[in-house]
């Protein structure tokens, strides 16, 4: 055995944002812990008093930009969400938090980048045939075609694709837990020759009947980073909590994670 020893890291707040449409976004908090807090090799478990722990769920969370300043509403589970809120293209939002159980605060900033527009998307479902106990399944996939037009300059992007509910019965929080939580796709326009950049999704977790968004966003060289880091660190959001440090790219002050604001494209479909 060799015994090392480095310095503790600072406690900090975890922020994580998303959009939810032109109005509606939400901001997401946690509280940071060590490495070693947490280990499953000991007997630790996902509690609701390990989750009460890192879920900061009494903080004053606002977003200030060219009409004021907005408070975010929580929607527990540390979710702070806003139905009102503006995204203007090429301005700065100033994201304010303050964590009263803690004393803890953070600060972060993001630029409305511009919007950018498909230039076509298509889908169809493939299926795949196996054979187990001389019986035939069906793996059915969904296969979407996507192609845009890049803009001027060095630019970044992200595919999201969500399974949503149009029934009206929703409140407008409940359209986060509507989403299927596929994988994000990101693009960077370094990597390709032609102005028109093109790729097939495939995704497995849809059927026919559903009714999904697909949203292209044009998103910052930092939120790029961000995405690509924890892409291959393999983990989700949640589940790298628990994982190993990864040194994310952020722009939480001081803190951790990651707050960014976007105009997403939005194409609706209902899967036939």
Not at 29 to 46: I, K, W
Not at 98 to 103: F, H, K, R
Not at 238 to 253: D, G, Q
């Amino acid at each position: 055995p060799v015994e090392i020893s480095f310095p503790d890291l600072e406690p900090g707040l975890v922020v994580a944002s998303q959009i939810l449409g032109v109005q509606v976004f939400f901001v997401q908090l946690s509280r940071s812990f060590g490495a070693l807090e947490f280990s499953e090799e000991n007997g630790d478990t996902v509690s609701n008093e390990f989750l009460e722990h890192i879920l900061a769920d009494s903080a004053r969370v606002t977003v200030a930009y060219r009409d004021g300043v907005d408070t975010l509403f929580n929607i527990g589970g540390g979710f702070y969400l806003t139905l009102n809120t503006p995204l203007y293209e090429g301005e700065n939002y100033m994201l304010s938090v303050y964590d009263s159980a803690t004393g803890l605060e953070a600060f972060a900033e993001s630029e409305v980048l511009p919007e950018v527009g498909w230039d076509s998307i298509a889908y169809e479902f493939i299926g795949n045939d196996f054979t187990f106990n001389d019986t035939v399944f069906t793996d059915t996939a969904l296969r979407i075609g996507v192609s845009w037009t890049d803009l001027l300059g060095e630019n970044y992007y992200m595919i999201n694709a969500y399974r949503i509910s149009l029934s009206g019965d929703n409140e407008p929080e409940d359209i986060f837990f509507q989403q299927s939580g596929p994988p994000t796709f990101t693009y960077s326009d370094q990597l390709y020759t032609d102005p028109r950049i093109r790729d097939t999704l495939t995704y497995t977790q849809f059927e026919p009947g559903d009714t999904i968004a697909v949203a292209l966003s044009h998103i910052s060289q930092g939120y790029y980073e961000f995405l690509t880091t924890r892409e291959r660190s393999s983990a989700s959001l949640f589940t790298s909590l628990l994982a190993e440090p990864v040194n994310y790219p952020t722009n939480v002050v001081p803190g951790y994670g990651f707050f960014n604001l976007h105009l997403p494209s939005v194409q609706i479909f209902i899967l036939q």
